[in-house]
């Protein structure tokens, strides 16, 4: 992955054409894409699986394309999102699931396995084993769910090795994408954000919903933004709720 990132630089550098096998891969957000949740897998147990089993009421869904043996890329998405999901007050398995899918077919769950042993006890956090799955499937399985996010990959078969886009997807607890979050590493905030805005709602605290009204994704910048007119109304709107609850309590102390 390190020499294609390098060629691809290179090329973009000196104002070339960009090499034949980068031209098919990337990310092309499809908010509002229905999955196929009837896809079969193949989870780390070495169990046959149905993605829908880890749809649940209320529970907005975090998915990461990658494979386990990539030498570069993948790492770094999981593990900038293991350091994100480390700085978030909720859980995977409670508040929301974390779903990982290998995009390469010769991947098995012995391999699944030891990657979720290995995060599992970096993340820390007390039944997250039944949160954080790592799947494998058919090369079919993995190119349906891959086009059903937009998500765009090629096999290199000179190095032997995927060349792909890094990012998470973040899905409704119905199975829609909601929001698509470019990266490799994303802030406490952005993951809080998403869910919220995944979940509509359900996850979360009125305050969380107030920082979603504030904040918007700027798909440009990668991340929440706050919209300064957004917080001037939620502001003004603090405000008038704050005076009427003042003027109600001064009413209430002249009563008694």
């Known amino acids: 992955m390190a020499l294609i990132l390098a060629l691809l630089s290179a090329s973009l550098l000196a104002a070339e054409p960009t090499p034949a096998m980068l031209q098919n891969v990337g990310i092309d957000p499809k908010l509002g894409t229905v999955f196929p949740l009837e896809l079969e897998f193949t989870d780390e147990a070495g169990e046959t699986v149905t993605l829908g089993k880890y749809f649940k009421e209320n529970k907005p869904v975090i998915l990461e394309l990658v494979y386990y043996g990539c030498p570069n890329l993948c790492t770094y998405l999981l593990n900038g999102t293991l350091e994100g999901l480390k700085g978030l007050k909720w859980s995977a398995g409670r508040e929301f699931e974390m779903v990982a899918v290998s995009i390469d077919p010769n991947e098995t769950p012995d391999l699944a396995s030891t990657k979720k042993a290995n995060y599992l006890k970096e993340y820390g ?5 039944t949160g954080w799955h790592f799947l494998t499937a058919t090369e079919a399985n993995v190119r349906q769910l891959a086009d059903a996010v937009g998500f765009r990959y090629q096999y290199d078969p ?75 109304k939620a502001g003004g709107a603090a405000t008038i709720f704050a005076l009427s609850f003042l003027v109600y309590r001064l009413g209430r102390k002249r009563k008694t």
């Open 158 to 232: 000179e190095i032997k090795q995927y060349a792909h886009a890094a990012g998470l997807f973040v899905l409704t607890p119905d199975g829609k994408l909601a929001r698509t979050l470019f990266g490799i590493q994303f802030s406490p905030r952005d993951l809080r954000l998403a869910l919220v805005e995944a979940s509509e709602g359900k996850v979360g605290t009125i305050v969380d919903r107030l920082l979603l009204f504030c904040y918007g994704y700027d798909p440009k910048a990668n991340k929440y933004v706050l919209f300064a007119s957004n917080a001037m």
């Open 125 to 129: 956090r007390s039944g997250s084993e």
